[in-house]
């Protein structure tokens, strides 16, 4: 007698959503944009390092730019001379925005290469006034609310795709619409993590932030009481507790070893990997109800916004106020 085959798993119920498809969206709001301006955006990129990813990610951006009607102009130098070629890039009302790809020197030597950029031609949102709104959650330059203010663009690009998943709930107030969802972020790096927890938590999440040393929670306390995130240490506190409690997480661990432990993922949470490994394991999709496994083109359409988003701003502030 014939033995019979063993059941076949159940068909995974997760969507996998790409973030090519995503970044259409963004780039029709682009392309909207660009109509109004007279002539094409110039985006300087200064590469002075040889790290591969770096030379990949200036490919990527200036490859995105040709396709959708911006100017990109890749200067590679050398290192001690940066300084002078982005304080010249400032000067020149040809150049609408500029990035440099870090790490320079890697230390914090490149913290202040990111501050002499010229804010108003900062496309990363790394400035100090960028920075100082993002954290204090002020979103517009000035009082009138016209200028927003300039988000860095992997966090962005995150919180894109999170609104693009509908996450966000429209129906809330603007600034409330993570009301009620908690949040894990695996990754607490100044560049995107900390960051990352910041804005969601803005937006009205609870954010649990995870790294080597701990826990940290990011929240504007019961109810949205306060304008601003509060961060709080969560002694004890490991995955073990984060995960079981959120209903999005999001993975920027760069090593290649590391994977989260999908048993411990709440059933139906939205998961995105936001790492350049594959953070999440096959399973996931398992657990996950919608798994985005790479935002690396959203991140470059981010930038793109971004750089119309300072023309934009410049062209409001040098506008004539109507008498």
Same mark, same amino acid.
């Given at each position: ?11 995974? /119920? ?65 290192? =001690?001379?940066?300084?002078? $070629? ?9 150049? =609408? ?11 914090? &030597?490149? &913290?202040?290469? &990111? #501050?002499?950029?010229? *804010?108003?031609? =900062? *496309? ?22 016209? #200028? ?32 009620? $969802? ?33 826990? #940290? ?9 306060? $304008?601003? $995130? ?10 073990? &507790? ?33 790492? /350049? ?47």
């Amino acid at each position: 007698m014939a033995t019979a085959p063993a059941d076949d798993p159940p068909p995974a /119920s997760c969507k996998v959503v790409l973030a090519g498809t995503i970044a259409k969206g963004i780039l029709a709001e682009v392309a909207e944009g660009l109509k109004s301006l007279e002539r094409p955006p110039l985006l300087v990129g200064f590469l002075a390092n040889s790290d591969p990813a770096a030379r990949m990610y200036a490919d990527w951006t200036g490859k995105t730019c040709r396709e959708n009607g911006f100017r990109f102009e890749l200067r590679e130098v050398d290192k =001690d001379e940066l300084e002078e $070629h982005i304080l010249a890039a400032n000067g020149d009302d040809g150049v =609408d925005g500029i990035i440099v790809y870090y790490p320079i020197f890697g230390n914090r &030597q490149d &913290q202040y290469l &990111q #501050q002499i950029t010229d *804010v108003a031609k =900062d *496309v990363e949102g790394l400035s100090h006034r960028y920075i100082f709104n993002m954290y204090q959650n002020i979103r517009f330059l000035d009082a009138a609310k016209l #200028q927003k203010s300039i988000l860095p663009c992997t966090p962005l690009a995150v919180i894109k795709i999170l609104e693009n998943l509908q996450v966000y709930n429209t129906i809330l107030p603007y600034g409330n619409r993570l009301f009620g $969802h908690s949040i894990t972020v695996i990754n607490r790096s100044e560049v995107v993590g900390r960051p990352l927890a910041a804005l969601l938590a803005n937006d009205g999440a609870c954010v649990y932030s995870v790294d080597v040393t701990g826990v #940290q929670r990011f929240s504007r306390g019961e109810g949205l009481r306060k $304008h601003r $995130h509060d961060v709080s240490d969560l002694p004890g506190w490991s995955l073990e &507790q984060c995960l079981p409690l959120s209903d999005v997480v999001v993975s920027g661990v760069p090593g290649e070893m590391y994977k989260v432990p999908t048993a411990l993922l709440r059933e139906g949470a939205v998961c995105i990997n936001i790492s /350049s490994e594959k953070n999440f394991p096959p399973e996931v999709k398992q657990k996950a109800s919608i798994y985005v496994p790479a935002i690396g083109k959203v991140t470059i359409v981010v930038l793109l916004r971004n750089l119309l988003r300072i023309v934009q701003n410049r062209r409001g502030a040098t506008a004539p106020t109507a008498q």
